[in-house]
Structures are given as C-alpha cells and as structure tokens.
C-alpha cells in the first residue's frame, strides 16, 4: 500500500536525538529555544514558542487570548477535530463558517454573512480560526479587514502550512494574524514526532503562552506577587499545563528544518504531474490561488461521481483495494455525536457537505518516487474511467 503521507528521517536527524540523549538536558533544555529560534526566523516574526502539539498550542492559545465560558470560537466545519475541541477545552461555544466548494478554505463570504447576523444579535465571535486546508492560505488580507471592523481575534490553524506562502510572505508571519499555530506530528510537513509551534508579533501573548505551557510558574523576579523567599522561589501566577516540548523533539525539528524548502518543492512537483495527469479525467484538483504557494501537505481530488458512475465510497474502497492509500479530509466536525447540537449546520454549510461528498486525499509525501506517482496515477485512471 503506499501510504497517503509519511515522515522522512534521515540519519543527520537520528544523529541530532542521539547527540541530546547523551545531553544533560532531555526536556525542555537549549534545544527548544534554538528551535524557536529558527521558526520565528524562517517565518519572520518576533517570537515563536514550542509546545508537545499544535492540539496544545491551540488550546493556550485560545486561553491567553481569553477565550472561556459564553465566549465563541468560529472556525470551518473541514478540518481536524483539535481545532474545535480545544475551544471545548476553555468551555467556549463552536460556531461553524461554510468554506468554498473548490478548496475547502473558509469562505470569507459566508464569515461576513455570519458576522452581520451576530452583530445583531450581540454574538459576534471572540476568536475566528482560518484553517490552511492542504497546505495552501486562506485569504487572511479580507478576514483580517473584518476583524477590524468586528473586533475578534485571528488564530491561523496552520498544521497544514509550514513552508507556504501568503503573498510574498510566509505563513506564520502573522501579518495579518494575531498568531499562528504549526503542527509537527509524523504526517505533516516536518516532524517532531509530536509537538507544535505558536508564531506571534505579540510580545505579551508570547510571555503568556510560555507561562501556561509550563505551569503557569514563572522564577522571573519582576513577575513576583510576594516577596522571593530565596535563590530556590518560583510563583504560580496561572493555571498553566505541562506542555513543554522536550529536547530530542527540538533537535529533530531543527533538523527537520534544513529539509524545509526542499519538502516544499518535491510536494509541488508531484501536485505539478498529478494535476497535469488529472485534467483528462472526470475528477478535479483544488482551486490554487493567486494569491500564495501551497505546501501541499495533502493533495486532494474531488470526484465527478455522475461522469464516474460509481459512490464516493465505491471509488475509496477501490483504490485502497488497489493498493493506494488513500484517505479523507475531513468529516465535518458538526457531523460528530460530541457536536451534535440543536444546529442544524448541515444546512447552513452546504459547501462543506459537498467538499465532504466528494473528496479523497491521494498520497503525497516528499519521499515518493516518481514511479510511486505514476502507479497512483495509473490506479486512480483505471477505477475512474473503467
Ligand atoms: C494535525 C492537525 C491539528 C493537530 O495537530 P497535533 O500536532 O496532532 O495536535 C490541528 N489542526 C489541523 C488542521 C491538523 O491537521
């Protein structure tokens, strides 16, 4: 079977791991600020503060910004459950904004449709999250002008989107964000096995999240509620979490790191020959914008089941019977019996439901051959048009 996604390690990053196991330090040591280091640089902002997941980053990311009970958190019902859940973790509220039916992306139609109705309401979200679905941008220009006008926060789900770029910027740059979150789990762009990163130009949102990450214990002087009893004293000055990332993590991604951009142009090439392969069949690709470069950490098709002749499922289960792994991104999250609710979202995002109806996540991963490209090329022609 070739796998949808998978990692690639090399021996220079085995090298790294093994060099910290041998360390002083295992968890959160000098490897983690280097780390940080490095993403902030490479996606241009002031800070960039590591965490054992982007589920994690998600969660304190919410939670410095404030979010908590009989506040909302809007994002897309197309994406991984992590997203939504961890505003379920501050006791906010889940609203869900349709995407566009030709890339999943949030549509920022639907979020201005849904802020006017808010507004008269008096509901309007505290925090709007735009997922990158695939790798590839939303467009975060529009949604930041409405955040302006609607006073909510913005928070790129950006697990997808390491090594893309808005404009002539690369995303986490948080130029029109307040942050960004990345996600390092196996199947992603780069890995740290697990562990996530949050990008941000605030510099108070950043001494939060390094707070809640850790206990929400500090041992800086200037912080101190009480007076120091001693060189030993540290004070709990929040409810923070033990979501520190350890040092064998940092070394990997910063090993990782090197390998970024050439990640990136192998995960287009290969989108490059599927998309061409794709044009004379009766199934298309992902609107691309013009607007960015996709990291293409997925590379979906969407099905022209009436030209086909076959369900959505008969196709899935014919290419996993063919050998090629393929998998689906996402169910929508409002379909979960967790988030069943008096909502009927189904009718309110028609597009989702038909992103949902008809797509399939081929296999990308930059250590596909170009002959494992063909075979999946030739596999998916043969069950579309036989
Ligand atoms: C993977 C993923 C997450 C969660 O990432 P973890 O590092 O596994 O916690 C969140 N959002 C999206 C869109 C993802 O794909």
Redesign the pocket.
Known sequence: MIPYGRQDVRKEDIDSVVEVLRSEFLTQGPQVPIFEENIAQFVNTDHAIAVN??????HITYLAMGLGHGDGLWTTPI??L??ANAAKYCGATVEFVDVESTTGLMSVEDLQTKLVEAEKKGKLPKIVVP?H?AGQSCDMKEIHKLSRQYGFKVVE?A??AIGAKYNDKQVGSCEYSDAC?F???P??IITTG???VITTNNEQLSEKLKLLRSHGVTRDSSLFKHDSHGPWYYEQIALGYNYRMTDMQAALGTSQMRRLSEYVTRRNAIAEKYARKFESLPISVLDQKKYGRSSYHLFVIQLNLEKIGKTHRQVFENLRAEGVGVNLHYIPVYKQPYYADEINWANKCPNSEAYYSKSISLPMYPAMTDEEVCIVEEKVEKVVVE
């Not at 997941?53 to 998600?58: K, R």
């Open positions: 997941s982007a589920t994690s980053a998600l994406t991984f992590a997203t997922v679905l789900d697990a997808h979150v996600s390092f789990h199947v992603k697990e562990g996530g």
